[in-house]
Structure formats: C-alpha cells, structure tokens
C-alpha cells in the first residue's frame, strides 16, 4: 500500500488532471494481487487487480456504497450486495455517485483458490459462489476421489467443518465435533515463526476423547502447508484414544511459494515441495493420506479458472524464478 501510494505521488505527467490518471499511471506500474481503497477528502476508489487474483465487492447503503473484500461484511452494517469490482475495474463514489472505469482491457479471473479453501468466511459470497457451498462440495468430491473405511468424520475448526459436512454427506459416516478451538486464539498459519505456529497450535485445538475413543476417524483439513497443525492434531487425536486417524485434505498438495499475499515464500518451508504423499503422511503421523484434485476445485466452484500456483506451480504473471532468469530477460 505505501508502494502504491509512492508511486500515485511521483507520477507527474497528470498532477494538472483529475487525480484517477495519477491512480491509472500508478495501477500500471503493478504487477500481482491486490485490492484497493484510496481515500481522498471527497472519493473514495476502489481498485481490483487485472487478474482477479482478490475479491472486492460494491454494497449500497442507504443513500450511499460501501466496499468490501468480503460480502459478509455488509450484511453486519445492514448493506445490500450489488456487484463485485471486476478485474481491471477502478469504481469511483463521491457526491455524484458511483462511476466505473478500466485501467487495463486485459482482464482475467483468477480467483486465489485460497480464499475458497481458507481465508473466506463461509457466509461470503465470492464471486457468484457462496463460500461454504464451495468447500461443502469439495468435501463431497473428496469423498469420491479418496474415501476411507472410517467411523466418523471430523473437521479441523473452523474453515474444514464445511467440507467436513460434505464428505460425512456423501460417505454416510456420521459427522462428529472431534475437536473444539479455543476462540481466543488467531490463526497458526500466518503466525510469523515455527515456534508461535507451534505454541499456537497447542493453545488452539482440544480433542474430545469421549467422542474419538475407540473410533477409526476421518480427519478433514483445508489445507497443509508446513505440517505443524496437522502433525499436532493426529497426535491429539491418538491421544484421546483415536484408534485410526485417515487424513483427506480438501485442497491439492501446496507445492510451490505464493508471491501473492500468502505467506509462504519458499519451497524448504512447505512440507510437500519436500516429501511425497507417503513420506508426509509418515510425517505428520496418519494412518493414510489423500488431496482433493485441482479439477475437483474447479468443479466445486462451477469455474473454469482458479489461480492455483500454489498447487501446479503456473503462475499466472510473470516471474523472476533466478536471478540469472532475471538478467537475461534485463539484457533482452
């Protein structure tokens, strides 16, 4: 953001203009992910990277708009959805209204499948696709392309209970609350060290012996990036007497860095750039270990695109991967 701001300052070729050229000038200078909001004393404009790559969404408000990258937040201040920003899209609001321009005509809708699979709320629509819908029918597909001779069924809380709901569905195992969250706790994941996503892990999650005794369980998670959550929670679960702990993640191996706001910047922190199925699901300690598919992602959201470089490994701007690969492409 204080890039962005830097570079709407130091374009000078349109201080004599409406500030939007400055804003248009700056947009174009960006290569990524992001969203948006530029605040002056009388506009405000909302601006959604030419990939698709974030949400942000337009809600009315009485006599006015709001913005939002997630749709559950208008319903708590009483808004009513009226459309997402598209790609490439600059929407300007001030005493006039609301007014909509293009800073780019190249236009893609690569949505980050993570905000599906993790980062969402369930009660937001993105895109057209209510987000628990999505993991819900992720679940069923899972079920489909890995099923387990299992018990139960239980979710990761909070952001697997939806596809947790989708697999005990399409299995006909029952669903059951395995572990509870302590609510006070933030999310592991983006915890900036080894030794907080670990302390975390062990204040955020209990199991429930009385529910996993004696009980081959399904264990259903969004997502594993380094292993730490998931190698806690098979733990806590054959330590409440779990006689079997069968791990099917709703998402694809995270393989690859993310350059786009997730953070996992390189290959030696993610567990599956470093070990194959079998030696991970050694690792964090199941009995058996299962992804969903990427085209299953697809699917789940009636899509025919999702950014999932995290998964493939395709990027969908260009990279600098080396620094040799840099200066070759300086010298061209």
Known sequence: SEVFAHLIKKEVRNHNRPRIYSIIEALNMLEGAFAFLVMTAKRIYACRDKYGL???????L????????????FEVVGAEFVRDVEPGEIVTIDRHGIRSSDYSMFKRHMMCAMEYIYFARPDSDIEGRNVHAFRKESGRLLYKEAPADADIVVGVPDSSLSAAMGYAEASGLPYEMGLIKNKYIGRTFIQPSQSMREKGVRMKL??????????RVVLIDDSIVRGTTSRRIVRLLREAGATEVHVRIASPPFKNPCFYGVDTSTYEELLCARMSVPEAC??????????LSPDALLKAGNRCELCMACFTGNYPTS???TIEEANKKEKC
């Open 62 to 73: 009485g006599d006015g708009y709001v913005i939002s990258s997630e749709t559950c937040a």
């Open 319 to 321: 990279l600098y991967g």
């Open 206 to 215: 209990s199991s429930v012996s009385g529910i996993v005794s004696g009980q």
């Open 282 to 291: 050694e690792y964090i300690g199941a009995d058996s270990l299962a992804y």
């Open 54 to 60: 974030r949400p942000l969404s337009i809600g009315k």
